[in-house]
């Protein structure tokens, strides 16, 4: 009995250490693979493939939501199989360091690179450059000249009879004797007329407050959304945390459009469905702005509705809006200039002016057009200082506005500073 005993126990170890013991590690890994599907046909929990990684200081599952990342459609962005871009790096100083300033105006140089167009022959630069060649006497019949310039360049008829009348009278004094004093009477009107506020040159936009709600508004097609990407851009590598509020919601693809620029960027997007409220969405924003601590809400609005006076009319709510969510904003309202389109962006911006207190003109693609003239026009017409000049696609080609410079690199020599 004791020997059918021993034999039985024998038998056991046997079979365990050759069939049970080499299984159970395979059991528990599926198969010894990560990822692999074990004998219980239910996937391996490893973080990433079908389970959220733990937060090791909490023991909770965490959400998988970078800091910073847009809130915009993060429900699409998995249904899609999309991961969600990496939050960009805190670039915020430290507490108690001064905060960086804002990007400031570029140099002359830049600016006549993308000014290229008007400074060739048949732009503004050129043409009246080519009045003052050889030795030409100066006398009453140039001004006329200058007028066709002027005129063929989009300045306006009202800013080029300012600009004339002044030359007028430098003539008849004998002041301007020679073609270096008109050129040097003409960059000196159009410095006058650029510099028609207090706040410093340069200073395009004023973050006094916490947030700062800017307002963007204009026609379709202006360059608004663009804008605000380029603009996020600047503010978020000098150290400005921002939240972007997706507030023409009457075009699907202006709200894409955001949503991928705040992802470049790593600012958030507040959004709502294809045809929402614009102005709940702008309400929103402010406050998802107070909530994360931002200092910067730059806010899209839709550029055509059915009507004009539907358009003026929903501006004017979003900007009620805004000073319901948070007391004084908006606290800057851009109008966005195609300044391809010349003097009928004029009509337009009037329009805008009319309804809404515009602190601010932004001129865009004025490296699309040669008649770069009409930066005098629209700022001399409306009595809103240009703010920003848009000469590119890419971050770096928004440029705060130094009308010294921007003179300088229109209708300066290459030589001048």
Known sequence: METYLLVAIVAVVLIYFLFLRNR???????????????????????????TAPRD??????????????????????????????KAAADKRPPPGAPPPSVPRGTDVETLRRGLARSRDTAGVFGRLKALFNGQREIDASLAKEIEEVLL????????????????????????????????KALRQEAVRMLNIDARPAGSGLDIRHTPTVVLFVGVNGAGKTTTIGKLAAQLHAAGKKCVLAAGDTFRAAAVQQLVIWGKRVGCEVVHGKDGADPASVLFEAIKKAEEVGADVVLADTAGRLHTKANLMNEM???????????NGAPHEIFLV??????????????????????SGIVLTKLDGTAKGGVVLGISDSLRVPVRFVGMGEGPDDLHEFVPQRFVDALLGDEHAA
């Open 24 to 50: 159970a590690p395979a059991e528990r890994t599926g198969h010894g693979r990560e990822g692999e599907v074990g004998r219980g046909g239910q996937a391996s929990r490893r973080p990433g493939v079908g």
């Open 56 to 85: 090791r200081s909490s023991g909770k599952a965490s959400s998988g939501k970078a800091p910073g990342v847009a809130l915009a459609g993060p429900e699409e962005a998995v249904a899609a199989g999309v991961a969600a871009p």
């Open 152 to 183: 063929a360049s989009d300045v306006g008829t009202a800013t080029t009879q300012t600009i004339l009348s002044r030359l007028r009278d430098g003539l008849d004094r004998g002041e301007l004797t020679n073609s270096d004093a008109v050129w």
């Open 316 to 326: 004017q709510k979003i900007a009620r809006s805004a000073g319901k969510a948070l």
């Open 337 to 358: 200039i195609d300044s391809t389109t010349g003097q009928n962006a004029l009509v337009q911006a009037r329009e805008f002016k009319d309804a809404l207190e515009i």
